[in-house]
């Protein structure tokens, strides 16, 4: 059976995709490897039309097309039941929902508004296009971003007290073994580092350890 998944293009072979990167995390806890990664541009709608989707990653699993990296969690957790578990049952699964909602609404958005200008450079003409024409009317023009981001970055750090706690209490906020909720924040994190050197963690904040670990990146 093979397997495929769709995931964002960037000019250098980063993952700029939050998205892309939390489906990346959830197939290496399950140990399920893929035949093929096909690489897409924003613009590229075409390419996953198939999926019904106007967005990536889509997976394709043997026969079954999935598009939305919470429906391929769940999909890979209940096709693959046997393998190491991404929720750790029902009430696992439920409170992982609460996070895929908090990425989002507001942590996806909060990480854009420090990164998005930086992102750009990884673009081709096309998608940075594309990114301004569909972003600037929610953000503003994106230069203006990176003009007041050193004044909100403190808030922000402030606002992951929470984060920060429970991973410092349990070891990952699923516990003492990381799980989706644990992918879906730490894949946030990872797509702000791959698209810009701005740092949005200081290095000895536990929530930059944190999630590099689970990003298979050494601290
Ligand atoms: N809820 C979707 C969101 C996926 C998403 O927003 N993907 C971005 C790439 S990071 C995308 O393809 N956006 C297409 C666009 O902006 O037109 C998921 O969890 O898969």
């Known amino acids: 059976m093979s397997r495929t998944l769709y995931d964002l293009k960037s ?33 590229d709608k075409d390419a996953i039309a198939f999926a019904k989707s106007q967005s990536v990653p889509v997976l394709v699993d043997g026969d079954k097309v999935v598009a939305d990296s919470w429906r391929i969690a769940n999909h890979l957790e209940d096709t693959y039941s046997d393998r190491p578990s991404l929720f750790g049952g029902e009430a696992g699964r439920a409170l992982a929902r609460y996070f895929n909602n908090w990425c ?13 200008f930086d992102m750009l450079q990884h673009l081709d003409e096309e998608d940075r296009a594309y990114i301004r024409r569909t972003r600037e009317p929610r953000f ?19 606002t992951l007290d929470p984060l920060r706690l429970t991973v410092k209490q349990n070891g990952n906020l ?5 799980g989706m909720a644990d992918f879906m924040v730490a894949a946030a994190f990872h797509w702000a580092e791959q698209s810009s050197a701005f740092a949005l963690l200081t290095s000895d904040d536990p929530l930059y350890s944190w999630s590099k670990r689970i990003n298979g990146q050494s601290p």
């Open 140 to 158: 503003g023009p994106l230069e203006s971003l990176n003009e007041t981001r050193e004044a909100r970055l403190p808030s922000f750090r402030k």
């Open 11 to 43: 000019l250098d072979g980063r993952r700029l995709s939050p998205f892309g990167q939390r489906v990346h995390l959830a197939l290496r806890h399950k140990d399920l490897g893929l035949d093929k990664v096909e690489l897409v541009r924003f613009v």
């Open 104 to 116: 989002g609404i507001w942590l996806t958005a909060e990480i854009a508004s420090f990164i998005l």
């Open 174 to 178: 699923h516990g003492a073994e990381a």
